[in-house]
């Protein structure tokens, strides 16, 4: 019994919870016929993106469950979900930045590690702080990631398909069932 008080009061239930919560109401707006307003959605999204800037950037509120950063993710979410409600057009740059996320997440520390290990010979590393050292950063990050993306990752992801093609055919939304549980 006191694994279930445990669980249903974890910062991190009540938070999936309120998720759902948001959810259940954005999907309720997206399938409805109301009209949607979309400069009150920007409205909105001006309103919550503004406010997540000063909490981040203040450290108001920081800390774990409701009343700190989940109180921040609200925000931010409903910000995001009103500016999702005006139907924006895709940018393909952040939607080319989404395809080599996971080969960045890859790559990023091997860029850092380079430049922090020789600091010496890239003079430019230690005389930069704060944004330009980012940027730098950022640059050499996603200029690694691009060829390890189209070089690794994605003969990798091909060859994963002819694989479980092979191995399952026809029938492999089925992987996960095994012939014992047809008994």
């Given at each position: 019994?006191?694994?279930?008080?445990?669980?249903?009061?974890?910062?991190?239930?009540?938070?999936?919870?309120?998720?759902?919560?948001?959810?259940?109401?954005?999907?309720?707006?997206?399938?409805?016929?109301?009209?949607?307003?979309?400069?009150?959605?920007?409205?909105?999204?001006?309103?919550?993106?503004?406010?997540?800037?000063?909490?981040?950037?203040?450290?108001?509120?920081?800390?774990?469950?409701?009343?700190?950063?989940?109180?921040?993710?609200?925000?931010?979410?409903?910000?995001?979900?009103?500016?999702?409600?005006?139907?924006?057009?895709?940018?393909?740059?952040?939607?080319?930045?989404?395809?080599?996320?996971?080969?960045?997440?890859?790559?990023?520390?091997?860029?850092?590690?380079?430049?922090?290990?020789?600091?010496?010979?890239?003079?430019?590393?230690?005389?930069?702080?704060?944004v330009p050292r980012f940027l730098l950063l950022l640059s050499?990050?996603?200029?690694f990631a691009i060829p390890v993306y189209y070089f690794v990752?994605?003969?990798?992801?091909?060859?994963?398909?002819?694989?479980?093609?092979?191995?399952?055919?026809?029938?492999?939304?089925t992987i996960y069932t095994s012939s014992t549980t047809h008994?």
């Amino acid at each position: 019994m006191m694994v279930i008080g445990y669980t249903l009061g974890s910062p991190m239930m009540l938070l999936f919870v309120c998720g759902m919560w948001i959810h259940s109401i954005y999907d309720a707006i997206r399938n409805s016929n109301i009209a949607i307003n979309k400069n009150l959605c920007l409205y909105v999204f001006f309103v919550c993106g503004s406010l997540y800037t000063v909490l981040f950037l203040s450290g108001y509120k920081s800390g774990i469950g409701l009343s700190g950063y989940g109180f921040w993710a609200i925000i931010l979410i409903t910000g995001c979900l009103a500016y999702e409600l005006t139907s924006p057009t895709i940018n393909k740059t952040l939607l080319f930045l989404g395809e080599i996320s996971y080969s960045l997440y890859l790559t990023h520390v091997i860029a850092i590690g380079i430049f922090d290990n020789n600091s010496s010979i890239l003079t430019i590393y230690p005389e930069s702080l704060g944004v330009p050292r980012f940027l730098l950063l950022l640059s050499v990050s996603i200029a690694f990631a691009i060829p390890v993306y189209y070089f690794v990752e994605k003969p990798s992801i091909a060859i994963g398909k002819k694989i479980v093609s092979r191995l399952y055919g026809k029938h492999r939304d089925t992987i996960y069932t095994s012939s014992t549980t047809h008994q």
